[in-house]
Protein backbone atom coordinates (compact mmCIF):
# COMPACT_ATOMS: atom_id res chain seq x y z
CA UNK A 1 0.00 0.00 0.00
CA UNK A 2 1.49 3.23 -1.01
CA UNK A 3 0.01 6.88 -0.37
CA UNK A 4 -2.79 5.10 0.97
CA UNK A 5 -4.45 2.40 -1.39
CA UNK A 6 -3.30 -0.93 -2.55
CA UNK A 7 -2.34 -1.38 -6.32
CA UNK A 8 -4.62 -3.63 -7.74
CA UNK A 9 -4.16 -5.14 -11.22
CA UNK A 10 -6.17 -6.55 -13.62
CA UNK A 11 -5.53 -9.45 -15.78
CA UNK A 12 -7.65 -10.80 -18.25
CA UNK A 13 -10.53 -8.84 -16.39
CA UNK A 14 -9.89 -10.78 -13.33
CA UNK A 15 -9.17 -7.71 -10.07
CA UNK A 16 -7.24 -8.59 -6.97
CA UNK A 17 -4.15 -6.80 -5.16
CA UNK A 18 -1.38 -6.02 -7.60
CA UNK A 19 0.94 -8.34 -5.59
CA UNK A 20 -1.37 -11.44 -5.93
CA UNK A 21 -1.25 -11.08 -9.64
CA UNK A 22 0.35 -13.84 -11.83
CA UNK A 23 1.07 -14.80 -15.45
CA UNK A 24 2.23 -17.83 -17.42
CA UNK A 25 6.23 -18.52 -16.77
CA UNK A 26 6.24 -18.89 -20.61
CA UNK A 27 4.68 -15.90 -21.59
CA UNK A 28 7.52 -14.44 -24.11
CA UNK A 29 6.69 -11.11 -22.64
CA UNK A 30 9.04 -11.92 -19.34
CA UNK A 31 11.19 -14.54 -21.55
CA UNK A 32 11.74 -12.22 -24.77
CA UNK A 33 10.46 -8.81 -23.56
CA UNK A 34 8.17 -9.44 -26.38
CA UNK A 35 4.73 -6.83 -25.92
CA UNK A 36 3.99 -3.37 -25.66
CA UNK A 37 3.19 -1.01 -22.29
CA UNK A 38 1.55 2.64 -21.62
CA UNK A 39 1.88 4.85 -18.16
CA UNK A 40 -0.95 6.91 -17.36
CA UNK A 41 -1.62 9.33 -14.83
CA UNK A 42 -4.26 9.12 -12.79
CA UNK A 43 -5.55 12.63 -10.90
CA UNK A 44 -8.33 11.82 -8.38
CA UNK A 45 -8.74 8.40 -10.65
CA UNK A 46 -9.53 9.98 -13.97
CA UNK A 47 -6.70 9.15 -16.35
CA UNK A 48 -4.77 11.77 -18.66
CA UNK A 49 -5.01 11.51 -22.12
CA UNK A 50 -6.46 7.82 -21.99
CA UNK A 51 -7.48 8.02 -25.81
CA UNK A 52 -3.64 9.14 -26.69
CA UNK A 53 -2.07 6.42 -24.90
CA UNK A 54 -4.29 3.73 -25.60
CA UNK A 55 -3.81 4.62 -29.62
CA UNK A 56 -0.06 4.59 -28.72
CA UNK A 57 -0.52 1.32 -27.19
CA UNK A 58 -2.42 -0.03 -30.38
CA UNK A 59 0.45 1.20 -32.80
CA UNK A 60 3.12 -0.38 -30.34
CA UNK A 61 1.39 -3.39 -30.96
CA UNK A 62 0.70 -3.46 -34.39
CA UNK A 63 4.14 -2.37 -35.10
CA UNK A 64 5.44 -5.56 -33.35
CA UNK A 65 2.89 -7.75 -35.17
CA UNK A 66 1.10 -8.22 -31.73
CA UNK A 67 -3.01 -8.85 -31.51
CA UNK A 68 -4.74 -7.67 -28.93
CA UNK A 69 -8.52 -7.18 -27.98
CA UNK A 70 -8.74 -3.56 -28.01
CA UNK A 71 -12.52 -3.50 -26.56
CA UNK A 72 -11.42 -5.83 -23.71
CA UNK A 73 -9.06 -4.02 -22.57
CA UNK A 74 -10.86 -0.83 -22.46
CA UNK A 75 -13.47 -2.50 -20.26
CA UNK A 76 -10.78 -3.61 -18.45
CA UNK A 77 -9.57 -0.63 -17.83
CA UNK A 78 -12.98 1.37 -16.97
CA UNK A 79 -13.35 -1.98 -14.42
CA UNK A 80 -10.18 -1.47 -12.67
CA UNK A 81 -10.40 2.39 -12.64
CA UNK A 82 -13.88 1.93 -10.73
CA UNK A 83 -12.63 -0.81 -7.97
CA UNK A 84 -9.14 1.68 -7.13
CA UNK A 85 -11.73 5.10 -6.65
CA UNK A 86 -10.24 8.17 -6.85
CA UNK A 87 -6.73 7.19 -6.44
CA UNK A 88 -3.49 9.90 -7.27
CA UNK A 89 -1.33 7.26 -8.81
CA UNK A 90 -0.70 6.07 -12.38
CA UNK A 91 -2.11 3.52 -14.75
CA UNK A 92 0.05 1.20 -16.12
CA UNK A 93 -1.03 -0.91 -19.47
CA UNK A 94 0.80 -4.32 -20.89
CA UNK A 95 -0.08 -6.49 -23.41
CA UNK A 96 1.98 -9.28 -23.75
CA UNK A 97 3.03 -12.06 -26.59
CA UNK A 98 1.63 -14.33 -24.23
CA UNK A 99 -1.89 -12.54 -24.68
CA UNK A 100 -2.73 -11.04 -21.59
CA UNK A 101 -3.98 -8.37 -21.62
CA UNK A 102 -2.97 -6.15 -17.81
CA UNK A 103 -3.89 -3.25 -16.50
CA UNK A 104 -2.39 -2.19 -12.94
CA UNK A 105 -2.83 0.74 -10.68
CA UNK A 106 0.25 2.29 -9.19
CA UNK A 107 2.36 5.10 -6.98
CA UNK A 108 3.60 7.87 -8.64
CA UNK A 109 7.60 7.72 -8.59
CA UNK A 110 8.73 10.64 -6.64
CA UNK A 111 11.20 12.76 -8.73
CA UNK A 112 13.05 15.84 -7.26
CA UNK A 113 12.00 19.30 -7.75
CA UNK A 114 15.45 19.31 -10.50
CA UNK A 115 17.92 16.63 -11.99
CA UNK A 116 21.14 15.80 -13.23
CA UNK A 117 21.81 14.32 -16.27
CA UNK A 118 24.71 12.42 -17.94
CA UNK A 119 25.71 11.50 -21.34
CA UNK A 120 24.96 7.97 -22.40
CA UNK A 121 26.18 6.95 -25.87
CA UNK A 122 22.76 4.73 -27.50
CA UNK A 123 22.41 4.09 -30.99
CA UNK A 124 18.35 3.36 -31.50
CA UNK A 125 17.33 0.17 -32.99
CA UNK A 126 15.69 1.30 -35.75
CA UNK A 127 12.86 -1.47 -36.35
CA UNK A 128 11.36 0.07 -32.59
CA UNK A 129 11.73 3.57 -33.24
CA UNK A 130 8.30 4.92 -32.25
CA UNK A 131 7.65 1.58 -29.81
CA UNK A 132 7.15 1.61 -26.68
CA UNK A 133 7.91 -2.14 -25.74
CA UNK A 134 9.11 -4.66 -22.80
CA UNK A 135 12.42 -4.45 -24.15
CA UNK A 136 13.58 -1.76 -21.78
CA UNK A 137 16.75 -3.56 -20.37
CA UNK A 138 18.86 -0.87 -22.53
CA UNK A 139 16.71 2.04 -21.12
CA UNK A 140 17.21 0.96 -17.11
CA UNK A 141 20.91 0.23 -17.61
CA UNK A 142 21.96 3.53 -18.96
CA UNK A 143 20.27 5.11 -16.14
CA UNK A 144 22.68 3.02 -13.73
CA UNK A 145 25.54 3.68 -16.18
CA UNK A 146 24.53 7.56 -15.42
CA UNK A 147 24.17 7.11 -11.75
CA UNK A 148 27.23 5.84 -11.49
CA UNK A 149 29.08 8.49 -13.35
CA UNK A 150 27.43 10.68 -10.80
CA UNK A 151 23.88 12.42 -12.31
CA UNK A 152 20.71 11.43 -11.58
CA UNK A 153 19.66 10.40 -14.76
CA UNK A 154 20.50 9.25 -18.13
CA UNK A 155 20.88 11.49 -21.56
CA UNK A 156 20.86 9.41 -25.02
CA UNK A 157 23.02 10.11 -27.15
CA UNK A 158 23.87 8.59 -30.51
CA UNK A 159 27.04 7.56 -31.48
CA UNK A 160 27.60 10.77 -33.62
CA UNK A 161 26.90 13.36 -31.18
CA UNK A 162 23.48 14.00 -31.31
CA UNK A 163 21.68 14.70 -28.07
CA UNK A 164 18.13 12.19 -28.38
CA UNK A 165 16.17 11.47 -24.74
CA UNK A 166 16.53 10.21 -21.53
CA UNK A 167 15.57 6.64 -21.26
CA UNK A 168 12.01 7.68 -19.81
CA UNK A 169 10.81 11.30 -20.72
CA UNK A 170 11.58 13.84 -23.34
CA UNK A 171 14.00 16.75 -22.46
CA UNK A 172 13.93 20.34 -23.72
CA UNK A 173 16.55 23.40 -23.69
CA UNK A 174 16.78 26.48 -24.61
CA UNK A 175 19.57 28.06 -26.62
CA UNK A 176 19.45 31.82 -27.39
CA UNK A 177 16.01 32.36 -26.00
CA UNK A 178 14.74 29.27 -27.94
CA UNK A 179 13.13 26.06 -26.71
CA UNK A 180 14.23 23.47 -28.38
CA UNK A 181 13.91 19.53 -28.48
CA UNK A 182 15.14 16.60 -30.89
CA UNK A 183 12.63 16.28 -33.56
CA UNK A 184 10.82 12.57 -34.26
CA UNK A 185 12.95 12.11 -37.46
CA UNK A 186 15.98 11.64 -35.17
CA UNK A 187 14.54 8.39 -33.62
CA UNK A 188 13.10 9.83 -30.47
CA UNK A 189 10.10 8.34 -28.87
CA UNK A 190 6.48 10.11 -29.80
CA UNK A 191 5.87 11.40 -26.45
CA UNK A 192 2.38 12.59 -25.37
CA UNK A 193 3.46 14.62 -22.93
CA UNK A 194 5.71 16.06 -25.57
CA UNK A 195 3.14 16.50 -27.42
CA UNK A 196 1.06 18.31 -25.27
CA UNK A 197 3.95 20.73 -24.85
CA UNK A 198 4.49 21.15 -28.48
CA UNK A 199 0.97 22.43 -28.37
CA UNK A 200 0.36 24.63 -25.29
CA UNK A 201 4.10 26.88 -25.82
CA UNK A 202 4.16 28.51 -28.66
CA UNK A 203 7.91 28.64 -30.70
CA UNK A 204 9.38 25.15 -30.02
CA UNK A 205 12.06 24.37 -32.18
CA UNK A 206 12.89 20.68 -33.26
CA UNK A 207 15.53 19.40 -34.65
CA UNK A 208 19.20 17.71 -34.10
CA UNK A 209 21.52 19.34 -31.40
CA UNK A 210 25.10 17.86 -30.48
CA UNK A 211 25.73 17.49 -26.85
CA UNK A 212 28.36 20.05 -27.05
CA UNK A 213 25.18 22.27 -27.96
CA UNK A 214 23.06 21.33 -25.76
CA UNK A 215 25.45 21.79 -22.95
CA UNK A 216 25.28 25.34 -23.85
CA UNK A 217 21.91 25.68 -23.00
CA UNK A 218 21.14 28.43 -20.47
CA UNK A 219 18.12 26.45 -19.06
CA UNK A 220 16.52 22.56 -19.48
CA UNK A 221 13.70 20.90 -18.40
CA UNK A 222 12.40 16.58 -18.79
CA UNK A 223 9.15 16.03 -19.54
CA UNK A 224 6.96 12.71 -18.80
CA UNK A 225 4.10 11.58 -17.78
CA UNK A 226 5.26 10.69 -14.15
CA UNK A 227 7.41 14.02 -14.18
CA UNK A 228 4.99 16.39 -15.61
CA UNK A 229 7.90 18.83 -15.69
CA UNK A 230 11.44 18.87 -14.21
CA UNK A 231 13.77 21.17 -14.03
CA UNK A 232 17.65 20.39 -15.01
CA UNK A 233 20.59 21.35 -13.08
CA UNK A 234 23.09 20.54 -14.45
CA UNK A 235 24.32 18.68 -17.70
CA UNK A 236 27.42 16.46 -17.86
CA UNK A 237 29.98 18.43 -16.34
CA UNK A 238 27.78 21.83 -17.09
CA UNK A 239 25.99 23.51 -14.22
CA UNK A 240 23.02 25.75 -15.55
CA UNK A 241 22.16 29.07 -14.59
CA UNK A 242 18.90 28.70 -13.51
CA UNK A 243 17.22 25.89 -12.45
CA UNK A 244 14.02 26.20 -12.75
CA UNK A 245 14.49 29.03 -15.45
CA UNK A 246 11.65 31.09 -16.82
CA UNK A 247 10.83 29.09 -19.74
CA UNK A 248 10.75 25.84 -17.49
CA UNK A 249 7.98 27.82 -15.35
CA UNK A 250 6.23 28.84 -18.60
CA UNK A 251 6.22 25.16 -19.56
CA UNK A 252 5.15 24.17 -16.22
CA UNK A 253 2.33 26.50 -15.97
CA UNK A 254 0.92 26.47 -19.53
CA UNK A 255 0.95 22.65 -19.24
CA UNK A 256 -0.82 22.62 -16.46
CA UNK A 257 -3.47 24.99 -17.73
CA UNK A 258 -3.79 22.66 -20.63
CA UNK A 259 -4.12 19.50 -18.52
CA UNK A 260 -6.58 21.24 -16.22
CA UNK A 261 -8.60 21.98 -18.76
CA UNK A 262 -8.33 18.63 -20.80
CA UNK A 263 -9.18 16.65 -17.24
CA UNK A 264 -12.53 19.01 -16.69
CA UNK A 265 -14.16 18.00 -19.79
Not at 13 to 31: E, F, Q, R, S, V
Request: aromatic share 6%.
Amino acid sequence: MENGFTELASVDGKIGPTADATIGLKDDGLYRGDGAFEVIRLYAGRPYALDDHVARLGRSAAALRLEFDLMALRAEIDALLDAAGPIEGQLRLIVTRGGRRIAATEDVPVHADTVKVGPVTYQTTIVLNGVKSLSYGANMLATRLAREAGADEALFVRPDGIVLEPPTSTMFWVLDGVLCTTALSEGVLDSITRDRLLKAVPGIEEGAWTLDEVKGASEAFLASTTREIQAVSQIDDVVLPEAPGPRTLEAQQAFAAARDAELER
